[in-house]
């Protein structure tokens, strides 16, 4: 038997509007409650019903107070704050839907777009949120590669599904992330594929991205993308986090090594010349990375949640730094 949607729009308003009980809502139908629970269930599924959970607000002169403090700290030109959560999962839920009102507030102008990778831009990318954006164009900022195994590290899956939330055109990346030595590199750099994204990542208007923190926990060392030797040097450099594979100290020095030159990503030199640098990041794992991105001026808008926003300022405030 096919249910109509004109019955499941009747179910779902009586229950949802109209707050009359399932028992209720069975007898005026005559059917059973387990099958109004059902018919809820198909509302749902039908797109008739949509359930949506806000999160809390944070105050807007604590907002206030940290986007003053920041710029004055750290040059900063925006702090964008949402609320903490001890559930990661629920702080990347949080840092999204904030990271999508900003980017709704920006304009539908033809701009070039680029989208980095790791587990908050899957979170972005996959958040349920719609906003008219089809001018933009949106691509990734690194090639891919089949030793990353983890979705969140599928770099043209996290553009494709950023580009359909904005109605935007997507530009997907083809060339490996790592080549063999700088020669294959230098030959790829040939390529008509290459020079035509490397083209549009020198005039980026717009990067999105997050900071990578512990890395040693980080899948490029954990599935072998780069050889523990890289790990090695890079923890003797005190690395405390990096931006789209670049790596930093704790006072925003960026170290790129001499394997970055077998990698296919935005340069360090593309990355700030883009007109507006969004980084989207959170958590107390994150503290120092963000110190390091900040001390550094490595971003202009920085995305994050008020436990996150405290714990950077006594960080700097124990360092005695200024």
Request: hydrophobic share 40%; proline share 2%.
């Amino acid at each position: 038997m096919t249910i109509s949607d004109d019955l499941l729009f009747e179910v779902a308003y009586d229950y949802y509007i109209k707050n009359v009980l399932q028992r209720d809502i069975a007898k005026k139908l005559g059917v059973s409650r387990v099958q109004v629970s059902k018919y809820l269930k198909m509302a749902i599924e039908r797109k008739i019903v949509r359930i949506e959970v806000i999160p809390p607000r944070i105050p807007q002169k604590l907002e206030v107070e940290y986007d003053v403090l920041f710029q004055q700290k750290f040059g900063l030109k925006r702090l964008l704050l949402t609320t903490g959560h001890t559930n990661n999962q629920l702080l990347l839920q949080s840092l999204a839907r904030k990271a999508w009102e900003y980017l709704s507030d920006l304009p539908n102008d033809l701009l070039n777009v680029g989208i980095g990778w790791g587990t908050t831009m899957f979170t972005l990318a996959t958040y349920d949120f719609r906003v008219e954006k089809s001018k933009w164009n949106v691509l990734p900022l690194s090639g891919g590669t089949f030793k990353l195994s983890d979705k969140h590290f599928d770099s043209n899956f996290i553009a494709q599904n950023f580009a359909d939330r904005l109605n935007a055109r997507a530009i997907p990346v083809y060339f490996p992330f790592l080549m063999d030595d700088y020669e294959q590199k230098q030959q790829l750099q040939r390529a008509e594929e290459f020079r035509y994204v490397n083209s549009i990542w020198d005039k980026l208007d717009i990067v999105i991205c997050s900071v990578g923190y512990s890395i040693s926990r980080s899948p490029l060392f954990r599935q072998n993308v780069f050889d523990g030797s890289v790990l090695d040097r890079l923890e003797k450099l005190g690395i405390v986090g990096d931006v789209l594979t670049h790596y930093f100290d704790i006072n925003g020095k960026i170290h790129d090594l001499d394997f970055m030159q077998k990698v296919n990503n935005i340069t360090m030199e593309q990355y700030m010349k883009a007109k507006l640098k969004i980084v989207v990041a959170g958590g107390f794992h994150k503290i120092e990375s963000i110190v390091g991105l900040l001390k550094g001026n490595l971003t202009d808008v920085l995305i994050t949640d008020e436990n996150t926003a405290r714990n950077v300022i006594e960080y700097i405030s124990d360092k005695n730094w200024r």
